[in-house]
């Protein structure tokens, strides 16, 4: 079992952290007591292998944390999980800035200044700084930019990009959860073909039919490239996750054999792709 721990200066990127360890795999636990986090580690080898990966996110909300963290590290050592240590800091500066946006109270402010909060916790957290492995300064990087920095150190294997293929019906109206829409009403409509009217998109008949239409084989090729483009900026943005929208007036026909086309050229190692014919079967 893999097991990290995720702490560092309050309002240095630990809540970014733990979703994007969430997003890796990661089974994340907010603010556990260190002298439970052994427990926390028996319980998921007795999970029968569905808990692989344990990150444990620790701050001074747990005051005496630092004194009893050494001593579970050392006992995880023992017991032969390694645990890494991740540590988030940032300049006293940008933490400031970050608490007066959010109008919120440092945990160590008390009746003091901020900077006082941001002062003792420094000092609270030099040690577990001293003994991270990896020590990340979030003061100028975009919370892309961190997801990006703990991917790379974390993620095990490559993140792929997952792209659902949406085929749907303008009658029927817009999906709401599309990120990009292509309309392929541009092309014939196979439904004023007598032998194709009751046939979809799945047929090989009217898949042919609407894929040898002019201009059909040269935008898809076309859009694929756009495509390739863009999915690879929404990577690097932190956007996982992608729905395509491909209408036609009923999504029984263009639509549908567009989608699986596309499908065919887009499926690759780094990206999953499902195909979802919203309503195919309506009319």
Known sequence: ME????????????????????????????????????TMMELGAKASGSVTRIAIVL????????RDLASVIRDLDARGYRPRLLFLE????????RYEANRREHPLQ?????????????????PLRDAAELVIDTSD???????????QAFM?????????????GYKYGLP?????????????????????????????????????QEGA????????????????????????????????TGGKHRSVATAQELAARLGTEDMAVTVVHRDLGRE
């Open 110 to 126: 008390g009746g003091g200044r901020l900077v006082d909060g941001l002062t003792s916790e420094r000092s609270l957290l030099g």
């Open 59 to 66: 701050d001074v909300r747990s005051r005496a944390f630092t």
């Open 156 to 168: 095990g294997a490559p993140v792929k990009t997952t792209l659902t293929l949406l085929s749907f």
């Open 3 to 38: 097991v990290a721990i995720v702490s560092g200066l309050s309002g240095a990127g630990r809540s970014t952290a733990a979703k994007c360890l969430e997003d890796l795999g990661w089974f994340v636990v907010d603010n556990l007591p260190p002298e439970l986090i052994a």
């Open 217 to 248: 084989g040269e935008f898809l090729t076309r859009y694929v490239e756009l495509f390739n483009l863009v999915s690879g900026g929404y990577l690097r943005e932190g956007k996982k996750y992608l729905t395509l929208a491909i209408g036609c």
């Open 176 to 212: 709401l959860d599309a990120d990009l829409v292509i309309d392929m009403r541009f092309l014939p409509n196979p439904f004023w073909i007598p032998e194709l009217r009751e046939q979809t998109g799945l047929d090989p008949e009217v898949s042919e039919y609407v894929l040898s």
């Open 141 to 151: 990087l975009s919370v892309h930019q961190l997801r990006s920095t703990i991917e």
């Open 90 to 97: 940032a300049s006293d500066a940008v933490l400031i800035r």
